[in-house]
């Protein structure tokens, strides 16, 4: 009995080590985000506004502390209104950055009257906030040897509005100039067609940086490369406004364009998450990142990628 006591203890120490960020927290952000109350975070509502103030909220949370003036909230400006980018940061051992990215908003409604009219937006794009919010939360008692920013975009789907605005933002550069590479989270809730605990990355054929990130991921977590190259997706997603800063900058992603059928539609709900490989994934990219450092995480791009 001692000894089977002893094991499940073991077994569950080993457990909760490798789970740093729980499965619930992981259901509760992405739920929050996707809920009916939320509307679709469609640009320029009050929805959109009540998420980029539950996204500040979390980062509070996680002790972050601000990108630019005294808010994580970056406000810039659509159709004459105010919405906000939002944005905070993580002091590390240097002052060289890591960048974590998604765009928050969604489209809406639809003008059906009986019915779901709800796009509900929980894999485009509320697991990739959910993502870096669980990066953030993995590091909140860790002091990584990177510094880094956690960018939540809004306006993605009117046009990359909010990358446009927030990569422009002057006030940034210092954080910008000292940016060694995006990781920009672009639907990533379900199983990927390689399998669990496996991503894919656009535009891998521009940049060393999955090869750098592969040989360090822990726990059999890897970047695949783009199965949808023809797709030209690395040119399609916010984090382009990136790469026209010459940042190294890439999307993440785990959609199966063979499968997925939820992609704008009113049924991209909570119900198509697998909350177990995503909060598996998280866990493991945050204890990737434990691991790099400026000294041995360095990509750059090829002379393939066009600027």
Request: include cysteine.
């Amino acid at each position: 009995m001692k000894k089977l006591t002893y094991l499940t203890f073991s077994l569950f120490s080993v457990f909760s080590f490798a789970q740093q960020v729980s499965e619930e927290r992981i259901r509760t952000v992405l739920s929050t985000l996707a809920s009916d109350e939320m509307k679709g975070r469609e640009i320029g509502t009050p929805e959109n506004d009540n998420a980029a103030h539950y996204i500040a909220a979390l980062f509070k949370e996680n002790n972050l502390e601000y990108c630019t003036g005294n808010s994580y909230l970056v406000p810039f400006n659509y159709k004459g209104k105010t919405v906000y980018n939002v944005c905070g940061i993580k002091k590390g051992k240097t002052d060289q950055y890591l960048g974590f990215s998604g765009h928050f908003d969604h489209i809406g409604t639809t003008g059906k009257t009986n019915g779901d009219n709800i796009y509900n937006g929980a894999d485009d794009d509320a697991s990739g906030i959910t993502t870096l919010v669980g990066i953030a939360d993995y590091f909140k008692n860790k002091k990584p040897d990177f510094s880094m920013v956690f960018m939540a975009f809004n306006g993605e789907e009117k046009g990359m509005l909010g990358s446009t605005a927030i990569s422009t933002d002057k006030t940034l550069d210092p954080i910008y100039n000292n940016l060694t590479s995006l990781f920009n989270f672009e639907m990533v809730a379900t199983e990927s067609e390689f399998g669990k605990n496996a991503v894919f990355m656009t535009g891998d054929g521009f940049s060393d940086l999955a090869g750098i990130f592969n040989k360090n991921a822990a726990n059999g977590l890897k970047i695949h490369p783009d199965p949808y190259a023809k797709e030209q997706l690395f040119y399609r997603s916010d984090n382009v406004s990136f790469v026209k800063k010459k940042i190294i900058a890439h999307s993440i992603s785990t959609a199966d364009m063979s499968k997925i059928k939820h992609y704008h539609q009113v049924s991209d709900d909570v119900t198509v998450v697998d909350f177990d490989n995503l909060t598996r994934i998280i866990n493991n990219f945050g204890t990737t990142l434990e691991k790099l450092s400026p000294e041995n995480f360095a990509p750059k791009y090829n002379d393939k990628v066009r600027f």
